[in-house]
Nanobody, 115 residues
Framework: QVQLVESGGGLVQPGGSLRLSCVAS????????VGWYRQAPGKQRELAAV???????NYADSVKGRFTISRDNAKNTVYLQMNSLKPEDTAVYYC?????????WGQGTQVTVSS
């Protein structure tokens, strides 16, 4: 069973930054895709950013230019650097791993952007 453990969430003022981390219990070196989704209150879960085993990255239009996804294969860790945070970025952020038709989720970490 794959386990994903997120950390790094918290309360930050508008314009601030946070870095989320997701540690996987398996090697992510050949994993097809790892990414971050988010779910705001009353809204559906949506993709924020994803990175593939080949290094390709995709971002939601709403976070382009502000968020950066990266992976450290040696540490089995995926990061999401979030800059210029806005109140509308407030959500629970979930780590996601897809491979060979299987999908795994972390427990989520709360990000709150408020003054």
């Amino acid at each position: 069973q794959v386990q994903l453990v997120e950390s790094g969430g918290g309360l930050v003022q508008p314009g601030g930054s946070l870095r989320l981390s997701c540690v996987a219990s398996v090697s992510i070196f050949r994993i097809y895709a790892v990414g971050w989704y988010r779910q705001a209150p009353g809204k559906q879960r949506e993709l924020a950013a994803v990175i593939t085993s080949g290094g390709s990255m995709n971002y939601a239009d709403s976070v382009k230019g502000r968020f950066t996804i990266s992976r450290d294969n040696a540490k089995n860790t995926v990061y999401l650097q979030m800059n210029s945070l806005k109140p509308e970025d407030t959500a629970v952020y979930y780590c996601n791993l897809k491979n060979w038709g299987l999908e795994y989720w972390g427990q989520g970490t709360q990000v709150t952007v408020s003054s």
